[in-house]
Protein backbone atom coordinates (compact mmCIF):
# COMPACT_ATOMS: atom_id res chain seq x y z
CA UNK A 1 0.00 0.00 0.00
CA UNK A 2 1.50 3.18 -1.19
CA UNK A 3 1.87 5.42 2.23
CA UNK A 4 3.04 9.51 1.52
CA UNK A 5 4.70 11.16 4.53
CA UNK A 6 5.26 15.24 5.26
CA UNK A 7 8.22 16.18 7.72
CA UNK A 8 9.79 19.29 7.67
CA UNK A 9 9.30 22.36 10.38
CA UNK A 10 6.27 23.33 11.68
CA UNK A 11 6.84 26.87 12.52
CA UNK A 12 8.99 29.21 10.43
CA UNK A 13 9.69 32.78 10.86
CA UNK A 14 8.19 35.43 8.44
CA UNK A 15 9.85 35.94 5.22
CA UNK A 16 11.96 32.81 5.66
CA UNK A 17 11.81 29.82 3.48
CA UNK A 18 9.03 26.77 4.29
CA UNK A 19 11.00 23.67 3.29
CA UNK A 20 9.02 20.47 3.24
CA UNK A 21 10.09 16.76 2.57
CA UNK A 22 7.64 14.17 1.23
CA UNK A 23 8.79 10.17 1.86
CA UNK A 24 7.27 8.07 -0.62
CA UNK A 25 6.92 4.14 0.20
CA UNK A 26 5.33 1.22 -1.20
CA UNK A 27 5.80 2.46 -4.57
CA UNK A 28 8.83 3.92 -6.49
CA UNK A 29 9.05 7.34 -6.90
CA UNK A 30 10.51 6.87 -10.67
CA UNK A 31 6.79 5.05 -12.26
CA UNK A 32 6.31 6.99 -15.52
CA UNK A 33 2.94 7.18 -14.65
CA UNK A 34 2.86 9.54 -11.59
CA UNK A 35 3.24 12.93 -10.44
CA UNK A 36 4.45 14.01 -7.02
CA UNK A 37 2.53 17.22 -5.80
CA UNK A 38 2.21 19.50 -2.96
CA UNK A 39 -1.72 21.04 -1.72
CA UNK A 40 -2.06 23.21 1.06
CA UNK A 41 -4.81 24.26 3.02
CA UNK A 42 -4.88 27.28 5.44
CA UNK A 43 -7.04 26.71 8.81
CA UNK A 44 -10.63 26.54 7.69
CA UNK A 45 -10.49 26.88 4.10
CA UNK A 46 -10.52 24.99 0.87
CA UNK A 47 -7.78 23.29 -1.25
CA UNK A 48 -4.83 24.64 -3.36
CA UNK A 49 -2.50 23.30 -5.37
CA UNK A 50 1.07 24.47 -5.04
CA UNK A 51 2.65 22.22 -7.76
CA UNK A 52 3.81 18.97 -9.08
CA UNK A 53 7.33 17.36 -10.46
CA UNK A 54 7.37 14.38 -12.63
CA UNK A 55 10.59 11.26 -11.84
CA UNK A 56 12.35 13.16 -14.58
CA UNK A 57 12.76 16.39 -12.88
CA UNK A 58 10.51 18.52 -14.69
CA UNK A 59 7.79 20.85 -12.79
CA UNK A 60 4.64 22.70 -13.19
CA UNK A 61 3.82 25.40 -10.56
CA UNK A 62 0.22 27.25 -9.38
CA UNK A 63 0.59 30.76 -11.07
CA UNK A 64 -0.16 32.27 -8.36
CA UNK A 65 2.69 30.71 -6.66
CA UNK A 66 5.42 30.69 -9.07
CA UNK A 67 7.97 33.08 -8.03
CA UNK A 68 8.12 31.62 -5.04
CA UNK A 69 7.91 27.97 -4.78
CA UNK A 70 11.01 25.04 -6.04
CA UNK A 71 9.20 21.76 -6.07
CA UNK A 72 12.43 18.74 -6.14
CA UNK A 73 12.88 15.26 -6.11
CA UNK A 74 15.65 12.84 -5.02
CA UNK A 75 14.57 9.25 -6.58
CA UNK A 76 17.46 7.89 -4.77
CA UNK A 77 15.43 8.02 -1.67
CA UNK A 78 12.38 8.00 -2.72
CA UNK A 79 11.21 11.41 -1.91
CA UNK A 80 10.66 15.02 -3.11
CA UNK A 81 10.33 18.51 -2.09
CA UNK A 82 8.96 21.84 -1.51
CA UNK A 83 11.05 24.92 -0.71
CA UNK A 84 8.41 27.87 -0.24
CA UNK A 85 10.65 31.63 0.20
CA UNK A 86 9.64 34.87 1.68
CA UNK A 87 6.80 32.86 3.84
CA UNK A 88 4.07 35.44 4.97
CA UNK A 89 1.48 34.75 7.95
CA UNK A 90 -0.76 33.91 4.10
CA UNK A 91 1.24 31.03 4.09
CA UNK A 92 -0.01 29.21 7.22
CA UNK A 93 -1.85 26.12 6.31
CA UNK A 94 -1.68 22.51 6.45
CA UNK A 95 0.59 21.42 3.41
CA UNK A 96 -0.06 18.09 1.88
CA UNK A 97 1.80 15.84 -0.62
CA UNK A 98 -0.07 13.70 -3.15
CA UNK A 99 0.37 11.72 -6.02
CA UNK A 100 -1.39 12.09 -9.23
CA UNK A 101 -1.83 9.78 -12.51
CA UNK A 102 -0.45 11.55 -15.00
CA UNK A 103 -3.48 12.21 -17.13
CA UNK A 104 -5.87 12.22 -14.14
CA UNK A 105 -7.04 12.72 -10.52
CA UNK A 106 -5.04 12.58 -7.15
CA UNK A 107 -5.01 9.48 -6.06
CA UNK A 108 -3.09 9.14 -2.99
CA UNK A 109 -2.15 11.97 -0.36
CA UNK A 110 -0.27 12.16 2.93
CA UNK A 111 -1.66 12.74 6.48
CA UNK A 112 -0.43 16.34 6.14
CA UNK A 113 1.84 18.74 8.35
CA UNK A 114 0.61 21.92 9.80
CA UNK A 115 2.81 24.89 8.96
CA UNK A 116 2.71 28.17 11.06
CA UNK A 117 4.29 31.02 9.90
CA UNK A 118 4.92 33.29 13.08
CA UNK A 119 7.56 35.31 14.22
CA UNK B 1 -7.32 28.96 -15.67
CA UNK B 2 -9.89 27.20 -14.92
CA UNK B 3 -12.04 28.22 -12.56
CA UNK B 4 -14.26 25.82 -10.42
CA UNK B 5 -17.35 27.10 -7.80
CA UNK B 6 -19.41 25.24 -5.92
CA UNK B 7 -23.49 25.47 -4.79
CA UNK B 8 -24.47 25.71 -1.72
CA UNK B 9 -21.98 26.50 0.15
CA UNK B 10 -23.27 24.69 3.08
CA UNK B 11 -26.44 22.11 3.65
CA UNK B 12 -28.56 20.16 6.20
CA UNK B 13 -29.74 17.55 5.33
CA UNK B 14 -32.41 14.50 7.35
CA UNK B 15 -30.51 11.21 8.14
CA UNK B 16 -31.93 8.89 5.12
CA UNK B 17 -32.43 12.03 2.93
CA UNK B 18 -30.92 13.08 -0.39
CA UNK B 19 -28.07 15.76 -0.58
CA UNK B 20 -27.08 17.59 -3.30
CA UNK B 21 -23.77 19.36 -4.38
CA UNK B 22 -23.18 21.44 -7.65
CA UNK B 23 -20.05 21.97 -9.71
CA UNK B 24 -19.50 24.18 -11.98
CA UNK B 25 -16.35 24.82 -14.68
CA UNK B 26 -15.61 28.00 -16.18
CA UNK B 27 -14.90 25.97 -19.22
CA UNK B 28 -15.22 22.60 -20.74
CA UNK B 29 -13.51 19.79 -18.88
CA UNK B 30 -14.71 17.26 -21.39
CA UNK B 31 -11.63 15.81 -23.19
CA UNK B 32 -13.56 15.16 -26.96
CA UNK B 33 -10.79 12.71 -27.83
CA UNK B 34 -11.80 10.24 -25.45
CA UNK B 35 -15.24 11.52 -24.36
CA UNK B 36 -14.44 11.73 -20.56
CA UNK B 37 -15.43 14.77 -18.21
CA UNK B 38 -12.03 15.47 -15.86
CA UNK B 39 -13.92 15.88 -13.04
CA UNK B 40 -13.10 14.62 -9.43
CA UNK B 41 -15.31 14.60 -6.60
CA UNK B 42 -13.43 14.52 -2.53
CA UNK B 43 -14.56 14.22 1.01
CA UNK B 44 -12.77 16.00 3.37
CA UNK B 45 -13.60 14.97 7.15
CA UNK B 46 -12.04 16.67 9.76
CA UNK B 47 -8.42 16.33 10.69
CA UNK B 48 -8.15 14.17 7.76
CA UNK B 49 -6.65 14.42 4.02
CA UNK B 50 -9.22 14.45 1.48
CA UNK B 51 -10.22 11.08 -0.18
CA UNK B 52 -11.25 10.32 -3.71
CA UNK B 53 -15.04 9.11 -3.79
CA UNK B 54 -15.84 10.06 -7.71
CA UNK B 55 -13.99 10.38 -10.92
CA UNK B 56 -14.07 10.88 -14.64
CA UNK B 57 -17.22 12.70 -13.40
CA UNK B 58 -19.65 9.54 -12.34
CA UNK B 59 -16.77 6.77 -11.85
CA UNK B 60 -17.25 5.59 -7.95
CA UNK B 61 -13.52 4.54 -6.45
CA UNK B 62 -13.46 1.29 -5.11
CA UNK B 63 -14.92 0.90 -1.55
CA UNK B 64 -16.94 3.73 -1.97
CA UNK B 65 -20.85 3.23 -0.80
CA UNK B 66 -22.96 3.43 -4.06
CA UNK B 67 -25.29 6.23 -2.42
CA UNK B 68 -22.92 8.51 -4.05
CA UNK B 69 -23.30 9.04 -7.43
CA UNK B 70 -21.53 11.88 -10.01
CA UNK B 71 -23.33 13.03 -12.91
CA UNK B 72 -22.40 16.39 -15.34
CA UNK B 73 -21.07 17.10 -18.05
CA UNK B 74 -18.58 19.70 -19.61
CA UNK B 75 -19.44 22.91 -17.12
CA UNK B 76 -22.14 21.59 -14.79
CA UNK B 77 -21.81 18.92 -12.36
CA UNK B 78 -23.60 17.00 -8.93
CA UNK B 79 -22.34 15.00 -6.78
CA UNK B 80 -25.49 13.18 -5.12
CA UNK B 81 -25.73 11.44 -1.65
CA UNK B 82 -29.00 9.13 -1.66
CA UNK B 83 -29.59 8.39 1.79
CA UNK B 84 -27.65 10.38 4.25
CA UNK B 85 -25.29 9.00 6.55
CA UNK B 86 -24.06 10.21 9.87
CA UNK B 87 -20.72 9.64 8.90
CA UNK B 88 -21.24 11.13 5.41
CA UNK B 89 -20.77 14.60 7.41
CA UNK B 90 -17.88 16.36 5.84
CA UNK B 91 -17.26 18.92 3.19
CA UNK B 92 -16.93 17.72 -0.28
CA UNK B 93 -14.87 19.30 -3.04
CA UNK B 94 -15.16 18.91 -6.57
CA UNK B 95 -11.42 18.66 -8.94
CA UNK B 96 -10.60 19.22 -12.28
CA UNK B 97 -7.60 17.50 -14.18
CA UNK B 98 -8.03 18.61 -17.68
CA UNK B 99 -5.33 20.57 -17.42
CA UNK B 100 -3.52 18.26 -15.42
CA UNK B 101 -0.79 18.06 -13.45
CA UNK B 102 -2.43 21.88 -13.09
CA UNK B 103 -5.20 20.81 -10.78
CA UNK B 104 -7.79 23.19 -9.39
CA UNK B 105 -10.52 22.49 -6.61
CA UNK B 106 -14.00 23.94 -5.94
CA UNK B 107 -14.20 26.33 -2.84
CA UNK B 108 -15.69 22.89 -1.04
CA UNK B 109 -19.64 22.28 -0.03
CA UNK B 110 -20.02 21.68 4.20
CA UNK B 111 -22.89 19.19 4.55
CA UNK B 112 -24.50 18.83 7.56
CA UNK B 113 -27.16 16.59 9.74
CA UNK B 114 -30.54 18.64 9.95
Known amino acids: QLQLQESGPGLVKPSETLSLTCTVS??????????WGWIRQPPGKGLEWIGSIYYSGSTYYNPSLKSRVTISVDTSKNQFSLKLSSVTAADTAVYYCARSQTTSYVDYWGQGTLVTVSS | DIVMTQSPDSLAVSLGERATINCKSS????????????LAWYQQKPGQPPKLLIYWASTRESGVPDRFSGSGSGTDFTLTISSLQAEDVAVYYCQQYYSTPLFTFGPGTKVDIK
Open chain 1, 26 to 35: GGSISSSSYY
Open chain 2, 27 to 38: QSVLYSSNNKNY
